[in-house]
């Protein structure tokens, strides 16, 4: 059994994992009946706990398996000044398209993360970001582009980045996250690629995740002055003039990151290793075609529970 092979087994006992977890730790919470003062905080501590159970453990048992070397897997090595900014920068210009994708599919799906998270915004700002964006930076980012990728890159360059990306966007388990983290995990792989370091992405997901964040803060304090305002935007669907206004705004930030990220590769083609010899493995196997199948299922299953429960 090749690398590839392995990681996709590992990806689904890990699907598998993150499926059945969230209803333990609520499971275990309610027998633990802790006063956590209020719903807020127990939310924040659920998503504090949340990158450690789902990504760290998963990541240790990972390692005590397979005994691959830690740093060579993780993509642990020093960026760069000149990388650095140009990912700080590729990390500004690429939130107008993933918000614009986010804002079709809510059209879709109910946004979850973004009510999860508007919930949070009376908890001190500091500690807001250090949940919503320095952890999930931190731990996602050593899972998919660390182990995940390393694991898919004997299928290719192009392959790993989009099978790596793919798995992204599953493994966020809702289907109105999936289409952008999709994208953006495909973005991500190529600067992990093509920088070589882990900490490209790192940063980038922090600065994506803090961003929104502090819009989601500022919006909060916004409708705290002015309710009556914030309960006609809140209660207003998404117009045509709207999709065409963020849509042309996205188009602009796109065809800007377009070309930074093309100078990106360009001055970083040189850290790409060339191929081995060896012959690809198959990409579509058994466990990847489970994965597939047990997203859809969940999803499906998770939406029948949500209809018996509102009726």
Known sequence: MGRYEKTIYFMLL???????????????????????????????????ITPFVCSLLPGIFYFAVTRENIKQTLCVKKIGLKNFLLVVLMAFLIQPAASFIAMLTSLLFPNDVSAVMTSLANIPFWEFIFISAFLPAVFEELMFRGIILSGCKSAGIAQSAVISGLFFGIMHLDPQQFTYAFLIGIFFAFLVIYSGSIFSTITAHFIINASQGALIFLSSMLAEKYPEFAKQAEMADVTVEQIFLFGGIAVISGTLLTLVFSYFLKINKGNINKPDGKPPEKLITVPFIAIIVIFILYLTGMEVLQQLIIG
């Open 14 to 48: 890990l699907l598998i994992y993150l499926c059945v977890v969230p209803f333990v730790m609520i499971f275990l919470i309610q027998i633990i009946n802790v006063d956590f003062g209020g719903e807020t905080s127990k939310t924040a501590v659920i998503l504090f």
